[in-house]
């Protein structure tokens, strides 16, 4: 696709479940980041990947809290026992090239409730 | 590690008027600052970027600018137009090297343009 695809678009499930999203960025871009979005906030950092370098995890706020890249492109961030305060939209964007500034393209982002 | 404070968190104006919206930032070494605009329900899609050796940039109505020394940048709106209204997001990348570099952004502004 044109853009960066993200799926599912909508995700609810129960408190303890384990969720996966998933993340398509735009071919041939070798920067991949995930956002947290909560309801009014600001873009909170969760992880960063670029080539074949060792992601920073940095941002992850808890060891439920998981991600890889498979072949340097398709991104799957997996979130363990789910918790209500794990409620958000979770947003991927990728970046052409490997310098540290440049666009950032965004996909729509993974609403996801847990009640 | 770099922090982004941004105000106001909500903005009103008038179509026709002129909006502006202020960011600080903690890491002196920081030295790229783009702003992001998001529409209800897409991702933040990059409206201008300004790099540290510049200290105004403008592209049609928007414009940002950057004082190193007070480390705040601004972006300015003018002749607003209702399709302007969304939140708005000024980030600071701080340098590092690799997966050490890192865009932290602010916790936005939402903006409504009223007729």
């Known amino acids: 696709g044109a853009g960066v695809s993200q799926s599912p678009s909508n995700k609810v499930t129960e408190k303890g479940k384990d969720v996966e999203l998933r993340c398509d960025p735009i071919?041939?871009?070798?920067?991949l980041y995930w956002y947290r979005q909560s309801l009014g906030q600001g873009l909170e950092f969760l992880i960063y990947?670029?080539?074949?370098?060792?992601?920073?995890k940095s941002g992850l706020p808890s060891d439920r809290f998981s991600a890889e890249r498979t072949g340097g492109s398709v991104s799957t961030l997996t979130i363990q026992r789910t918790q209500q305060e794990d409620s958000a939209v979770y947003l991927c964007?990728?970046?052409?090239?490997?310098?540290?500034?440049?666009?950032?393209?965004f996909g729509e982002g993974s609403r996801l409730t847990v009640l | 590690g770099e922090n982004v404070e941004q105000h106001p968190s909500t903005l009103s104006v008038q179509e026709g008027d002129s909006a502006v919206i202020k960011c600080t930032y903690s890491d002196s070494a920081s030295n790229y600052f783009p702003w992001y605009k998001q529409e209800l329900g897409k991702g933040p899609q990059l409206i201008i970027d300004?790099?540290?050796?510049?200290g105004e940039k403008k592209d049609q109505r928007i414009a940002v600018t950057l004082n190193k020394t007070a480390k705040h940048f601004s972006l300015h709106i003018t002749e607003t137009q209702p399709e302007d209204s969304a939140v708005y997001f000024c980030?600071?990348?701080?340098?590092?090297?690799?997966?050490?570099?890192?865009?932290?952004f602010g916790t936005g502004t939402r903006l409504q343009v009223t007729l």
């Open positions: 071919s041939g871009h070798t920067a």
């Open positions: 990947f670029q080539g074949n370098s060792a992601p920073d």
């Open positions: 300004i790099r540290s050796n510049v």
């Open positions: 964007a990728s970046r052409r090239d490997r310098g540290t500034t440049g666009e950032l393209f």
């Open positions: 980030a600071a990348l701080s340098p590092g090297g690799g997966t050490a570099s890192k865009l932290t």
